[in-house]
């Protein structure tokens, strides 16, 4: 009989990828609480010893050897307990081996509970410790399920299914069952079901993970991705810095021809990308992240505010403000500054400062 239990254990192990010694604690705990259950004991009155190396797997009962005995289950008399061993004395401990078949059927029940409880457990926590590392990635997952009533998507992710909200999906995206789509993990929590993977679309870190995988200037290092503004499906505005001044960070990322940058667009359904030089010089920054409109002037304004002026050739006002106000929006976002907008002849229809 041991040799089938630690073979099970075995096969468990390998199968579900979960630690021998975690199951072997889980087990043991198990027993304890079926022999407490069945003996009406307490903890340190059942003793559990499972050596797989040995193939040795015994539970005990201990019990106290007293004047007066009160629970049979827990304590014996000086002469009982020499009838086990003559030496035994009074406040002696006295060890009986118990037969697995002796436990009751509840007992029995109780154990095989706990043991599938801590399977559960452990795969749980497998699952949560394999997303975790996975957090904030980019991973290919598999559509399993379309709720069209709902507009959620269950994607199998492996070990797991994960769902793909609504408002974590770009405008344009359509699925299907069997389809191979790209998510990022935003993050992963834990819930009492087990973990909970967050997936989107529309974080601007898939931006980021898709240059990175594109581009190998930005895997290896040599130009930083330093910031990113988005407004998913629409357009996006990253800048971008080259550690090594003989190369040219927007260039790497946009590729020859275009090649780089387009692929990222068209996995993102032609969302537009603006690729920008960042700059420690805010001013500098500022006017190169407001491209494609050329900018005549940057003045910071005085203060804690983060605030500047920019001064634009009137005839690009509006595409410096871009369409429903989206490029300086994504500006601002993209430099932390707010940002005052106005044309080289002044603002239209009012009074100059």
């Known amino acids: 009989m041991n040799t089938e239990f630690f073979e099970a254990l075995a096969v468990l192990e390998k199968e579900r990828g979960i630690a021998g010694d975690y199951l072997l604690e889980k087990i043991k705990n198990a027993i304890v609480i079926a022999v407490k259950k069945d003996y009406e004991v307490e903890d340190d009155n059942v003793q559990v010893d499972i050596d797989p190396a040995t193939g040795r797997f015994n539970v005990n009962l201990v019990r106290d050897v007293v004047e007066e005995v009160t629970n049979p289950h827990t304590q014996l008399t000086v002469a009982e307990a020499q009838e086990i061993r003559r030496t035994y004395s009074l406040g002696d401990r006295v060890i009986t081996p118990l037969k697995t078949k002796d436990f009751g059927r509840i007992a029995a029940q109780t154990a095989k509970h706990v043991i599938r ?32 009533r709902k507009g959620l998507v269950v994607l199998d992710m492996g070990k797991g299914e994960a769902v793909l909200p609504k408002n974590d999906q770009l405008p344009g995206d359509e699925f299907f069952e069997g389809q191979h789509v790209k998510v990022y993990i935003s993050d992963v929590t834990v819930t009492e079901r087990g973990p909970r993977v967050l997936l989107s679309r529309t974080h601007p870190g898939m931006v980021k993970r898709m240059f990175e995988m594109e581009v190998p200037e930005i895997f290896e290092g040599t130009v930083e991705v330093k910031a990113i503004s988005r407004e998913p499906g629409m357009r996006t505005k990253m800048a971008v810095y080259s550690k090594d001044p003989n190369v040219d960070p927007v260039g790497a990322c946009i590729g020859a021809h275009g090649a780089r940058v387009a692929h990222i667009v068209e996995e993102l359904g032609g969302e537009k990308i603006d690729i920008v030089r960042w700059s420690e010089d805010p001013a500098e920054f500022i006017s190169a992240a407001l491209a494609p409109a050329k900018v005549l002037k940057v003045e910071l304004l005085e203060g804690d505010s983060r605030a500047c002026r920019v001064t634009v050739p009137d005839h690009q006002l509006s595409l410096a403000i871009g369409n429903k106000g989206q490029n300086a929006r994504l500006c601002a976002r993209l430099t932390g500054y707010n940002i005052d907008i106005r044309p080289e002849s002044g603002y239209y229809g009012e009074d100059e400062e």
Do not use: N
Request: proline share 0%; no cysteine; net charge negative.
């Open 117 to 148: 409880q801590g399977i559960r457990e452990a795969e749980r926590s497998q699952m949560y410790a394999e997303m975790q590392s996975k957090a904030h990635e980019l991973v290919t997952a598999t559509v399993t399920r379309v709720d069209d």
